[in-house]
């Protein structure tokens, strides 16, 4: 059992080509390659450079986390000394050649930003041990990995890229790699201005980041968690009561979309469903809840747990006494209705509807989508994203086909931006300039019993206008004479009435990005004209007569 002794390439690339489903994650313990190839789910062996490269980077990051947690046992130190000697062996060509030519190049990876997030962890397993084990061997190593941070960061604010996600990894690999070396040399760290409160520093990327709401500014759900656990696993050792109120609001966000249960919807980029991520939540609301007591995850972190399953080897557990005082208190003021997306809850139902902005390429074409969850069923979700090295399913899931949202004569629509508005207990969105000539606005009323959805959309020409349904459970369909009935059977059960314009079409299509294979009923709601609305009514309890009729008053 030993960490791979190669380079790593793009962990992307670790993708099945013909079903597009992540490969399997075995072998990384022996450090060597599956003979054979790599296993799909669906039987396939995969055995490319790309795939072996991507194998890599996973197996190092397997290894970073071990010996992370051999840490807090005092183990660990041999292999940190072994790690160090074939990293620097490794790297002493410079930059890693086979990276693509869009890709800031890494030494041991592909990436710069691989070398920071596998850098991280081991540097927070050195400073673990240092002053009780002999680490010197490990100096070269941490200084070069500083040197690399500074680097790529200043090659970051050079491209005009300062807010990008990658600088908040290069920021907190230049602070846990410098603090290392700092207690290995039993020396005090003096790389505070330069990593969290300069110029460049953490605290201006944060400001930088994220908008007054708290939200990373690609509005994805897993690139703002990627970018919140750089800044905590920067903070080790810091006070709370010292990190600007933003981050706290960060916090907050992942809070404020996840369901009772501690489903964290997949909004734009980002993995829908996958065991790395999970332990990236569990790390996130364990750092979190030491951080703040304003904001819970604890939902979150049960959630998280058990999508992680028995194999679990209990690091997040021992990561109490992470900042140097108290958690925060005050509670944030509400977010308001200008927020990047809109949250209801009521009668069960946990609903958010995207109308901000676009997110920039980790951005998908969802506006004015409509996602639906139960506490612990994905009844109607964003469908997440594959792993990138997939041309053509990652398209399929960045596209407007893929979500529960309107399509217009078949086409993606251009990048946009809502307005959004609150009354009471409605909120409603509006959307111009992505399909030309075309306005639509959707509203969402909230009552103690059930949700009721409008959609309108008028065009200066007749067109195709078809409303989308994009489940991930068992639906069914039936068509009355005088309006469609739908149920949504998971965990929990949904119950849909439906009334307006055209008719709704059903056909089968791919579930979300865990396993593209995986066929769901899709209705296409479709209506030819200028103009058209679509009203729904959603319950957890079947749809009386009585309650049918809210849908009359529209």
Same mark, same amino acid.
């Given at each position: 059992?030993?960490?791979?002794?190669?380079?790593?390439?793009?962990? *992307?690339?670790?993708?099945? @080509?013909?079903?597009?489903?992540?490969? &399997? *994650? =075995?072998?990384?313990?022996?450090?060597?390659?599956?003979?054979?190839?790599?296993?799909?789910?669906?039987?396939?062996?995969?055995?490319? @450079?790309?795939?072996?490269?991507?194998?890599?980077?996973?197996?190092?990051?397997?290894?970073?986390?071990?010996?992370?947690?051999?840490?807090? +046992?005092?183990?660990?130190? +041999?292999?940190?000394?072994?790690?160090?000697?074939?990293?620097?062996?490794?790297?002493?060509?410079?930059?890693?050649?086979?990276? !693509? #030519?869009?890709? !800031?190049?890494?030494?041991?990876?592909?990436?710069?930003?691989?070398?920071?997030?596998?850098?991280?962890?081991?540097?927070?397993?050195?400073?673990?041990?240092?002053?009780?084990?002999?680490?010197?061997?490990?100096?070269?190593?941490?200084?070069?990995?500083?040197?690399?941070?500074?680097?790529?960061?200043?090659?970051?604010?050079?491209?005009?890229?300062?807010?990008?996600?990658?600088?908040?990894?290069?920021?907190?690999?230049?602070?846990?790699?410098?603090?290392?070396?700092?207690?290995?040399?039993?020396?005090?760290?003096?790389?505070?201005?330069? /990593?969290?409160?300069? &110029?460049?520093?953490?605290?201006?990327?944060?400001?930088?980041?994220?908008?007054?709401?708290?939200?990373?500014? &690609? $509005?994805?759900?897993?690139?703002?968690?990627?970018?919140?656990?750089?800044?905590?696993?920067?903070?080790?050792?810091?006070?709370?009561?010292?990190?600007?109120?933003?981050? &706290?609001?960060?916090?907050?966000?992942?809070?404020?979309?996840?369901? @009772?249960?501690?489903?964290?919807?997949?909004?734009?980029?980002?993995?829908?469903?996958?065991?790395?991520?999970?332990?990236?939540?569990?790390?996130?609301?364990?750092?979190?809840?030491?951080?703040?007591?304003?904001?819970?995850?604890?939902?979150?972190?049960?959630?998280?747990?058990?999508?992680?399953?028995?194999?679990?080897?209990?690091?997040?557990?021992?990561? +109490? #006494?992470?900042?140097?005082?108290?958690?925060?208190?005050?509670?944030?003021?509400?977010? %308001?209705?200008?927020?990047?997306?809109?949250?209801?809850?009521?009668?069960?139902?946990?609903?958010?509807?995207?109308?901000?902005?676009?997110?920039?390429?980790?951005? *998908?074409?969802?506006?004015?989508?409509?996602?639906?969850?139960?506490?612990?069923?994905?009844? !109607?979700?964003?469908?997440?994203?594959?792993?990138?090295? *997939?041309?053509?399913?990652?398209?399929?899931?960045?596209?407007?086909?893929?979500?529960?949202?309107?399509?217009?004569?078949?086409?993606?629509?251009?990048?946009?931006? $809502?307005?959004?508005?609150?009354?009471?207990?409605?909120?409603?969105?509006?959307?111009?300039?992505?399909?030309?000539?075309?306005?639509?606005?959707?509203?969402?009323?909230?009552?103690?019993?059930?949700?009721?959805?409008? =959609?309108?959309?008028?065009?200066?020409?007749?067109?195709?206008?078809?409303?989308?349904?994009?489940?991930?459970?068992?639906?069914?369909?039936?068509? #009355?004479?005088?309006?469609?009935?739908?149920?949504?059977?998971?965990?929990?059960?949904?119950?849909?009435?439906?009334?307006?314009?055209?008719?709704?079409?059903?056909?089968?299509?791919? %579930? @979300?990005?865990?396993?593209?294979?995986?066929?769901?009923?899709?209705?296409? /709601?479709?209506?030819?004209?200028?103009?058209?609305?679509?009203?729904?009514?959603?319950?957890?309890?079947?749809?009386?007569?009585?309650?049918?009729?809210?849908?009359?008053?529209?």
């Amino acid at each position: 059992m030993n960490p791979p002794t190669e380079r790593g390439g793009w962990w *992307h690339e670790y993708v099945c @080509p013909a079903h597009g489903v992540e490969l &399997e *994650h =075995v072998g990384f313990s022996s450090g060597v390659f599956p003979a054979g190839g790599a296993p799909c789910s669906y039987g396939c062996r995969i055995d490319t @450079p790309a795939v072996r490269g991507a194998w890599t980077v996973l197996a190092h990051h397997f290894w970073a986390r071990r010996i992370r947690l051999l840490a807090y +046992d005092g183990a660990g130190a +041999d292999l940190l000394t072994s790690y160090a000697r074939l990293y620097l062996d490794l790297t002493k060509e410079g930059e890693h050649e086979q990276a !693509q #030519g869009w890709m !800031q190049r890494g030494r041991l990876f592909h990436q710069a930003l691989t070398d920071a997030v596998w850098g991280v962890p081991i540097a927070h397993a050195i400073r673990t041990l240092a002053g009780g084990q002999e680490l010197g061997e490990t100096l070269g190593m941490l200084d070069d990995m500083v040197a690399g941070a500074r680097r790529a960061r200043d090659a970051m604010v050079a491209q005009d890229k300062f807010s990008s996600n990658y600088t908040a990894w290069f920021n907190a690999l230049g602070t846990t790699a410098s603090q290392a070396s700092a207690a290995v040399r039993g020396t005090a760290w003096d790389g505070a201005g330069e /990593w969290l409160t300069g &110029e460049h520093g953490q605290f201006a990327h944060l400001a930088a980041s994220t908008g007054e709401d708290g939200w990373e500014w &690609e $509005g994805s759900t897993y690139y703002h968690g990627f970018v919140l656990r750089a800044y905590l696993l920067s903070l080790r050792g810091q006070d709370p009561a010292t990190v600007p109120e933003q981050l &706290e609001k960060m916090i907050a966000v992942l809070a404020g979309i996840a369901t @009772p249960g501690g489903i964290l919807p997949a909004l734009h980029d980002g993995p829908y469903r996958r065991v790395p991520l999970a332990l990236e939540w569990l790390e996130i609301a364990a750092l979190a809840r030491q951080f703040t007591s304003a904001v819970d995850l604890t939902a979150v972190a049960a959630h998280a747990r058990a999508e992680i399953g028995p194999d679990y080897d209990g690091l997040e557990d021992r990561l +109490d #006494g992470w900042f140097a005082g108290p958690p925060r208190t005050t509670a944030l003021p509400d977010r %308001g209705p200008g927020s990047t997306y809109a949250v209801i809850r009521t009668a069960g139902i946990h609903a958010i509807l995207d109308h901000g902005p676009h997110g920039g390429s980790h951005g *998908h074409h969802d506006k004015l989508a409509l996602y639906l969850y139960g506490s612990t069923t994905p009844w !109607q979700p964003d469908p997440g994203q594959v792993p990138y090295g *997939h041309a053509q399913w990652r398209a399929h899931y960045m596209s407007v086909v893929s979500h529960p949202t309107l399509r217009i004569d078949g086409l993606e629509p251009a990048e946009a931006t $809502g307005t959004v508005s609150r009354n009471g207990n409605s909120i409603s969105a509006t959307v111009s300039g992505w399909y030309a000539g075309v306005d639509a606005t959707r509203e969402l009323i909230a009552a103690d019993n059930y949700l009721l959805d409008i =959609v309108r959309v008028t065009a200066d020409r007749e067109c195709e206008i078809v409303l989308q349904f994009r489940p991930d459970v068992d639906l069914t369909v039936e068509v #009355g004479p005088r309006a469609t009935r739908s149920t949504w059977t998971g965990d929990e059960t949904l119950y849909g009435y439906h009334r307006g314009d055209g008719t709704p079409v059903t056909r089968p299509g791919p %579930g @979300p990005a865990d396993d593209p294979q995986r066929t769901r009923t899709w209705i296409d /709601w479709t209506v030819t004209g200028r103009s058209a609305t679509f009203c729904s009514v959603y319950s957890t309890a079947p749809i009386d007569d009585d309650l049918a009729e809210v849908i009359t008053d529209v």
